[in-house]
């Protein structure tokens, strides 16, 4: 095939990158809380030294890339990627891989069970990597206040907090919505409360679902609320007063 036939957007949703090396591109692989088991790691070190140059990347979205993969091997390297467990991420006008910290799974700062919130951001809301939208859209999720996936520079930011506004100083979670980086970077705004965990699901549903009915082709979520304002934004996605 002419690599002028071939259709690069498909392959960016599938995760296969075009590098700037003709004839070339990046696997991205991913995992559910960015947690890779030894076998997953000998299944990319086998695709890596197969079909590339023997070395693979961590980027910055807790997967894996491998450069170097020719376009007449992507079907024989999706055939391994699907046998060895794992799933690739995405690029173009889609949802982002989720980013998440360990939580209070092993660090002792965590405050809430960040893999549970990602588990169930995908398997009830079926909000996953890969799902289109009008632009890149990034949601992370951090399990306290020192936000290690940077809450504040996506989309969509989640992280644990103690509200000590209850007698009990009750663990809840804080939000952050319209940050993003690229050309035009933007800090997104922290909602003024202390969530519950099902509510910040409505919240992520709601938001994501603006975005994808109301943004224009290549508009990120912060400009699109610079352009409508915070103010009918938030009653758009249900939190009218809570900005």
């Known amino acids: ?132 939208l009008p632009h890149k859209f990034k949601i992370v999720i951090s399990g306290c206040p020192n936000t290690c996936t940077r809450a504040q520079q996506s989309e969509i930011g989640v992280h644990g907090t103690i509200d000590f506004s209850t007698a009990d100083k009750h663990i809840g979670y804080a939000v952050y919505l319209g940050g993003c980086g690229g050309k035009t970077p933007r800090m997104g705004f922290k909602l003024g409360k202390v969530f519950s965990e099902d509510e910040v699901l409505i919240i992520i549903k709601n938001v994501v679902d603006f975005f994808k009915h109301n943004a224009k082709p290549k508009q990120r979520l912060a400009l699109l609320i610079e352009e409508i304002g915070r103010e009918k934004f938030l009653k758009e996605v249900g939190l009218n007063g809570i900005g």
């Open 1 to 132: 095939m002419l690599l002028e036939n071939i259709d690069y957007d498909n392959l960016k949703k599938r995760g296969f990158l075009r590098q700037k090396q003709e004839g070339f591109f990046i696997l991205r692989a991913r995992r559910r809380h960015g947690v890779f088991e030894g076998k997953h790691l000998e299944s990319l070190i086998e695709i890596s030294n197969k079909y590339a140059k023997g070395f693979i990347h961590a980027t910055t979205r807790q997967g894996l890339e491998i450069p170097y993969i020719k376009y007449e091997d992507i079907p024989a390297v999706e055939i391994q990627i699907r046998q060895a467990g794992l799933e690739t991420g995405t690029s173009g006008p889609r949802l982002r891989t989720t980013t998440c910290c360990p939580g209070n799974n092993w660090c002792k700062s965590g405050l809430i069970n960040t893999f549970f919130l990602y588990d169930r951001i995908e398997q009830e809301l079926n909000i996953k990597c890969a799902l289109d």
